[in-house]
């Protein structure tokens, strides 16, 4: 249960507010009157407020007391807790009779005092209820549609903040005036944002994210001046409110900070893994400036070998077919002096010193050839 009175201060609830306007211009016998008027109905909301209700036992107890407007406290007691989590769970036909009296709460504010309760008490049965019971009041209200009950919390509460409240009307009881346009806006955003806190588990921060964009922004707004800022601070009737507000955004700034100073950190990292980055790239780019040099001045001599190497086979090629031919040129001479050699040597009579003296010639010529062709190597 605890937490009740926080989130009820921090909601700005009030359930009974009186604003007694001072007389003007009246008469000493009409301002006496009126003071006993006023003591007679003091004396009757205390005698009022002294009346003892019997302790609720059952959801449907609650519920019948809080729309009929028995109802006062802030918080159920431990022991109406376990006796209603005991109880029979609420019927169907005692909650259409009760649906059927929640018609006449046109600005929600009994049905904000129940999400109250409701949201102080520990997940139960009882919780379902509740939270059953207010999903089927705000879907027969006027100012809520089943879309805005069934999709995601921030365009659900931004449609319910901005609709036109002047536009709604109930069949017995017609439009609302004007001063019941804004109270009934702001319940309205304060029941759906509970409701969503009871059974969603919405967390309390998001709740505070969305009071302070759907209603207390556009309200400090219209409040432009020093002066006027002052008096809504002094004004404020519950103090609590205030300090878990601004408890809240203290801890949501220091959040900020921290994650910032983080972030910080993570970008200093960052910028620092660049630089070095960026250094070892520029050493990279550096030798491979150096190894793309060193290819260019590669690739030229390759080019240069391959251009000596084509010139060079080009000349022994000519030095090859030059030799080629003078040994052809030699060995066909002295083939031809061996023929005659021999041809003479077989006649009748053989004319020996015809084939000696060409065997002598083709000696000297073959020795002459093989001096011509030591000399050559050696020039190569």
């Not at 550096?286 to 010139?311: G, I, M, N, P």
Request: aromatic share 4%.
């Amino acid at each position: 249960m605890g937490g009740v009175h926080d989130s009820e201060a921090f909601l700005g609830t009030t359930m009974n507010d009186t604003n007694p306007m001072p007389a003007k211009n009246r008469d000493p016998l009409e301002a006496d009157s009126s003071a006993r008027g006023v003591t007679a109905a003091i004396d009757a909301v205390q005698r009022k407020a002294h009346i003892k209700i019997p302790p609720i036992e059952s959801v449907e107890q609650l519920l019948r007391a809080v729309y009929a407007g028995t109802f006062k406290r802030k918080a159920l007691t431990k022991k109406e807790l376990s006796a209603m989590c005991g109880a029979r769970a609420l019927g169907l036909q005692e909650s259409d009779d009760i649906l059927n009296q929640t018609v006449a709460d046109r600005t929600l504010k009994r049905t904000l005092q129940l999400t109250l309760l409701g949201i102080g008490i520990d997940p139960s049965p009882v919780t379902d209820q509740i939270g059953k019971f207010v999903h089927e009041v705000l879907r027969r209200h006027p100012a809520f549609t089943e879309e805005s009950l069934a999709e995601v919390e921030g365009p659900a509460i931004e449609a319910l903040a901005s609709r036109d409240y002047g536009e709604l009307s109930w069949p017995d009881s017609g439009k609302l005036i004007a001063k019941e346009r804004g109270q009934c806006r702001e319940n309205a955003v304060k029941c759906l944002l509970l409701w969503f806190r009871m059974m969603r588990e919405v967390h309390v921060e998001r709740v505070h994210h969305y009071l302070a964009e759907s209603l207390w922004e556009p309200a400090v707004g219209r409040v432009n001046t020093d002066a006027g800022r002052l008096r809504v601070l002094m004004s404020t009737r519950d103090p609590a409110a205030a300090q878990i507000a601004a408890g809240i955004l203290r801890r949501q700034a220091l959040e900020q900070s921290e994650r910032a100073d983080a972030a910080q950190i993570r970008e200093s990292r960052a910028t620092k893994r660049v630089e070095e980055l960026e250094e070892a790239l520029a050493k990279i780019q550096a030798k491979l400036a150096t190894s793309q040099a060193e290819v260019d001045t590669f690739r030229k001599e390759l080019e240069r070998e391959r251009k000596e190497h084509a010139d060079n086979r080009a000349h022994f090629q000519d030095d090859y077919e030059n030799l080629r031919g003078g040994v052809i040129g030699r060995l066909t001479t002295e083939l031809s002096l061996l023929d005659e050699g021999l041809r003479a040597l077989l006649r009748e009579p053989p004319k020996v010193h015809v084939m000696v003296d060409h065997a002598e010639r083709v000696i000297d010529g073959l020795k002459s050839e093989r001096e011509r062709l030591r000399g050559d190597r050696g020039h190569s």
